[in-house]
């Protein structure tokens, strides 16, 4: 599957931003979108996941603020984040692991920066 990442910018601190991921190419059923990011020097980190079970699985520093969803219409992934903390800054990669055909892959990345 190939992902396309958008949306990232830059916003003050308690604003609020939508990543969106759109999916294209083969793909089976039995795939599962996510959202990562990563900072300079830091380890990439799960941000916000569906399960294979459909589960949904929240980073604490971002659970209550940070909300994924999922548009099977128009093949999209979002993340809608609200109130950002300049720590939130970092490169956000959507991410699709289909357990059917075996396949981990990665979008290109957005940057968000978030000011104080």
């Known amino acids: 599957v190939q992902l396309q990442a958008s949306g990232g910018g830059l916003v003050q601190a308690e604003g609020s931003l939508r990543l969106s991921c759109k999916a294209s190419g083969i793909y089976s059923s039995n795939i599962a979108f996510g959202w990562y990011r990563q900072s300079p020097g830091q380890q990439r980190e799960m941000v916000a996941a569906y399960s294979a079970g459909g589960n949904i699985n929240y980073a604490d520093s971002v659970r209550g603020r940070f909300t994924i969803s999922k548009d099977h219409i128009k093949n999209t992934v979002y993340l809608q984040m609200n109130n950002l903390k300049p720590e939130d800054s970092a490169v956000y990669y959507c991410?699709?692991?289909?357990?059917?055909?075996?396949?981990?892959?990665w979008g290109q990345g957005t940057l968000v920066t978030v000011s104080s």
């Open positions: 991410n699709a692991r289909d357990w059917s055909l075996g396949r981990v892959d």
